[in-house]
């Protein structure tokens, strides 16, 4: 056997991946997805492997280390077949194809994905983790189906291509639904009341994932019908999450998922769209409730983004391992011995009492997880201590415990820099900005989205999905133009710089000319002009991304209003009708899509802010909870429903329903009024 042997080298070396340079010195002859490989396959015969993962995952670490780097399983691999890896996170077309190809064979998915495949990338089987020797006897097994059953393997293949390919409009209705009832809207939630837990937030089940999306809708809901349960649910969820072991108590930023029902035990994986939507998900909170608890995760989980996952020339990278040291989680975890070398006597009792940690260590391996089971205002109330004092303490232990932890070796970091991700951050520190009233956030946002310009554009408003080592080198999908479209609205809004908006409208226009699909109403994936592969996918439901379908169909809504854009309208609302049927039963898996609908059926309005004071104004008015709405305004009359409303030495306020305004006021309270008077 032979472990990472350094004498080994394959053509994954040239790739700027870090997830592949993990396996560039394997015995494995990997190579990387394309048409070299493909070719390669096609000439002489042999079936693919195509093993797809990212930097973070775990599994995928651990199967690297017991069969890829193990010369005998190398062997049978290379004689028998040629090797494919592929990093999802940059190929999430090809993730796509052959996870749905997992879960048709399986019945279920996750990474790492191996899948074997015919020279031309059709699948014929597919699954995730294996040990070795089930690895082992699967590659025999589909070695000796190839070339002595090969009908039957050409057949499956077919079979499940085809099925790959129908799969996204399988469930579309047969006819438009354009009958958008708010009551049947407003009924479709009681699927999810039973699915809540009330006790420890989230969903009943384990493992929990955040699923932001989700709490937008439900927030939003509850705004909207004053609905206590849905409300409580989401203030549940997010305090449970924030007080839990998925969030990282001394460093800021959440975790992948908690493996348990008590958001206590995460796995360690660190990704930036989780942090990134999550600051959103908080930042909304915070000013529907004004909970400082809030607050607290919204500033610590930027820190620790630009901490740990800022590029010193702008932009954001993608991820942290959950191992380091080849154990996961070693680089959070901290065992009896080393609390007690760490702290003073008094800081360690406060330490076991907020951060619950024991002697014997609350979790494996007798290591300790930091979570609480109080909030900071309830920790100073129950143990009698003023909040000069609990602070005092909770720095003290905090920066002891920063201060060690960074001795330490560092889980690895992905350093790729992903356009759809990094959309997301902006988004982010746009709402925290808003939210907190922080300047700064919002600057941030702003360099962010020019350095993402500068470096993931081109001069025809097309973009590329991946940056590494100055080069940009994958063009972008639809995920990239979705969230950024989005990135730009929301800057615009705070801004009120049309030059952000005038950016979403070209790179939506770009969006229609490359990805939409006349037929089904609805965008693929890929663009027409990438490489084409075995599918061409179109993605509809929400996960722990939402949909680049649904992020779509809610930026031409908002576009549309912007700029009296009637096709953008009728494209939304018909992407809309096509997924009603699903919404009901889908739960958080279309709330996105959800979110939308209430758009249509409840009160939409635009506010216009006219004047000298109108962007310190709108920064102010969108410190409150609003939704179903869309603010534009500025000292020029620079979009159809700003025109004729300036009036000299004066900030007005329009409040708006379908173009209809109502006579302008000029104190921000009265416009609040009248936005909750149209409700």
Request: net charge negative.
């Amino acid at each position: 056997m032979n472990q990472g042997d350094q004498n080994f080298t394959n053509e994954l070396i040239n790739e700027t991946s870090p997830y592949l340079l993990e396996h560039a010195h394997n015995p494995v002859n990997w190579h990387p997805w394309g048409e070299k490989a493909l070719e390669k396959a096609k000439k002489e015969n042999k079936p693919l492997i195509i093993s797809i993962g990212y930097a973070a995952c775990h599994w995928c670490h651990v199967m690297e280390k017991e069969s890829f780097s193990d010369t005998a399983v190398a062997r049978v691999m290379n004689d028998n077949f040629i090797c494919i890896k592929v990093d999802r996170e940059e190929r999430p077309d090809i993730d796509q194809i052959y996870m749905d190809a997992c879960q048709m064979v399986t019945g279920s998915g996750g990474w790492p994905l191996n899948a074997f495949a015919l020279p031309d990338g059709k699948p014929f089987y597919a699954g995730t983790y294996f040990p070795k020797a089930q690895w082992t006897s699967l590659l025999q097994q589909l070695d000796r189906a190839y070339k002595e059953e090969y009908e039957k393997v050409y057949q499956q293949a077919e079979n499940i291509t085809q099925g790959i390919s129908q799969m996204d409009l399988l469930n579309l209705p047969k006819e438009e639904n354009k009958d958008l009832k708010a009551e049947e809207y407003q009924n479709s939630f009681q699927s999810w009341r039973s699915k809540l837990d009330l006790e420890f937030g989230g969903f009943k089940r384990a493992p929990k994932f955040p699923l932001p999306t989700a709490w937008e809708f439900m927030l939003a809901f509850a705004d909207q019908y004053n609905d206590a349960e849905a409300l409580f649910a989401v203030e549940k969820t997010l305090l449970e999450m924030g007080k839990g072991g998925i969030y990282d108590q001394i460093g800021g930023g959440f975790a992948r998922y908690s493996t348990d029902s008590y958001w206590r035990v995460p796995h360690f994986e660190k990704m930036l769209y989780d942090n990134a939507q999550l600051i959103s998900l908080y930042s909304k909170a915070f000013k529907k409730t004004k909970n400082q608890e809030y607050a607290m995760v919204i500033r610590q989980s930027i820190e620790f983004v630009n901490r740990e996952l800022k590029d010193p020339k702008g932009g954001y990278y993608s991820s942290l391992n959950a191992d380091s040291e080849g154990e996961e989680g070693k680089f959070y975890v901290w065992s009896d011995e080393e609390l007690l070398k760490i702290l003073n006597e008094e800081e360690y009792g406060f330490c076991q009492d907020y951060f619950n940690t024991d002697s014997k260590g609350n979790w494996e391996h007798k290591k300790n997880i930091l979570f609480r089971s109080m909030t900071d205002e309830e920790f100073e109330s129950r143990n009698e201590i003023s909040k000069e004092e609990f602070e005092n303490l909770k720095s003290s232990v905090g920066s002891k415990l920063m201060a060690e932890r960074d001795k330490r070796i560092r889980p690895s970091t992905d350093d790729k820099i992903l356009c759809s991700w990094n959309a997301m951050m902006i988004s982010a520190l746009v709402d925290a900005s808003l939210a907190l009233k922080e300047p700064e956030y919002l600057q941030e946002a702003i360099e962010s989205m020019e350095f993402l310009r500068k470096n993931m554009g081109n001069s025809d408003n097309s973009l590329f999905h991946n940056f590494k080592e100055g080069k940009a080198t994958i063009s972008g999908f639809l995920e990239d133009y979705a969230f950024m479209i989005k990135a730009g609205i929301d800057l615009y809004q705070a801004t009120l710089d049309i030059q952000w908006l005038d950016y979403s409208n070209e790179l939506c226009r770009v969006a229609v000319e490359q990805f939409h699909d006349p037929e089904s109403g609805l965008f693929f994936f890929t663009s027409t002009k990438g490489e084409k592969l075995v599918a061409r996918k179109i993605e509809i439901p929400d996960n722990v991304i939402p949909s680049s379908n649904s992020v779509m169909a809610k930026n031409l809504k908002l576009l549309g209003h912007f700029f009296f854009n009637e096709e953008y309208l009728e494209m939304s609302e018909k992407m809309l009708y096509s997924q009603i049927p699903s919404i009901p039963q889908g739960g958080a898996y279309y709330s996105n899509w959800a979110s939308l609908w209430g758009c249509f059926v409840r009160p939409f309005y635009e506010v216009a802010i006219v004047g000298p004071e109108s962007r310190s104004l709108a920064r102010e008015i969108q410190g409150n909870y609003l939704q179903n709405l869309i603010l534009l305004g500025g000292e020029e009359e620079n979009l159809p429903l700003l025109e004729s409303k300036s009036v000299e030495g004066k900030t007005l306020f329009y409040v708006c329903k379908e173009r209809v305004c109502d006579l302008p006021v000029e104190d921000l309270t009265l416009a609040l009024e009248q936005i909750k008077n149209s409700k």
